[in-house]
């Protein structure tokens, strides 16, 4: 059994937003940071990860970033890597604080494109003492000249995303598309992808399925492979050669700098979302790692 907490907590000047999963065991507990896929709110994975991490004996939580979900901010539904970088930061300070929290036993799990931002985060907070990636999406130049089409596809879209941000400058409008859409060309994800439109998986209303075109430039010319070599924390990735650039995951793990671990598994990039065996072999192998380097 778990226990649920509504929870709030300050980013930035911010009140952001999560849902705090605590197991059972009266005693503190060590402590799990949880976030998920680029323009995701927290229901869409983190608290199926969050709650299922707190029947495994951790404390976790899942939040809204700034600007999504319930939390407050504005814009609404900006990918900013740095800002949701200093969120982590945040929510990191808000689970140290809390009395059912080992403050001395802290982790990060990143699932898809929090991978890279968990990673950012725990390469410069000494708090983080081990490091979980599912799924994940790392990326840098090349794997992004690579998965949109090549260096003049990047190129327009970057030129798209700073006139979209001169625009909100001078209006404070907003230029958005479908996250995904089977019909739109401009949306982000321009596929019929069914964990996304499919309203008994994430096609959920507290979801808006909207990406901002000013958020393009900062996607796209965010480093994450190069965050490898700073982070000395243990690190266990789980992955598959069927999920989403398995190649960023490869290049990110050998470029790390403490111990290290990867396991290879099946299933498409959206399994590891919703879909069994993916998601409880993803947890035990999390859970598992978490167990002998939070001690």
């Not at 003492?129 to 130049?141: C, E, K, Q, R």
């Not at 003049?152 to 400058?169: G, L, M, P, S, T």
């Not at 008994?200 to 900062?218: L, Q, S």
Request: with cysteine.
């Amino acid at each position: 059994m778990t226990t649920e907490q509504k929870v709030t907590f300050p980013s930035d000047g911010t009140t952001l937003t999560g849902n705090l999963f605590l197991p059972d065991s009266g005693a503190p507990a060590p402590g799990i940071v949880v976030a998920g896929t680029w323009t995701s709110v927290k229901e869409l994975m983190a608290d199926r990860y969050a709650e299922r991490l707190a029947d495994r004996g951790y404390a976790a939580l899942s939040f809204d970033f700034a600007g999504f979900g319930e939390s407050g901010g504005e814009p609404r539904d900006v990918e900013d890597p740095a800002r949701k970088v200093r969120d982590i930061h945040h929510a990191v300070t808000f689970l140290a604080a809390h009395p059912s929290v080992d403050t001395g036993r802290l982790g990060a799990l990143g699932i898809c494109a929090a991978a890279m931002y968990m990673a950012d985060n725990t390469a410069h907070d000494t708090r983080i003492g081990s490091l979980a990636l599912v799924a994940p999406w790392l990326h840098d130049a090349a794997i992004c000249e690579a998965a949109y089409g090549g260096a003049d596809a990047v190129a327009q879209k970057i030129k798209v995303a700073r006139e979209a941000r001169a625009r909100f400058a001078r209006t404070g409008e907003i230029d958005y598309v479908p996250v995904v859409s089977t019909t739109d060309e401009r949306a982000a994800m321009p596929y019929d992808i069914d964990f996304y439109l499919n309203p008994a998986r994430g096609g959920i209303p507290v979801w808006p399925n909207r990406f901002a075109v000013m958020a393009w430039e900062d996607w796209l010319t965010y480093d994450s492979i190069a965050l490898a070599p700073h982070i000395t924390q243990p690190t266990q990735l789980v992955h598959s050669e069927d999920a989403a650039i398995p190649d960023g995951a490869r290049r990110f793990h050998a470029g790390l700098a403490g111990p290290k671990d990867i396991q290879w598994t099946e299933g498409t990039q959206f399994d590891f979302y919703d879909q069994d065996p993916q998601v409880t072999l993803a947890l035990d192998t999390v859970a598992a790692h978490f167990g002998r380097t939070l001690r």
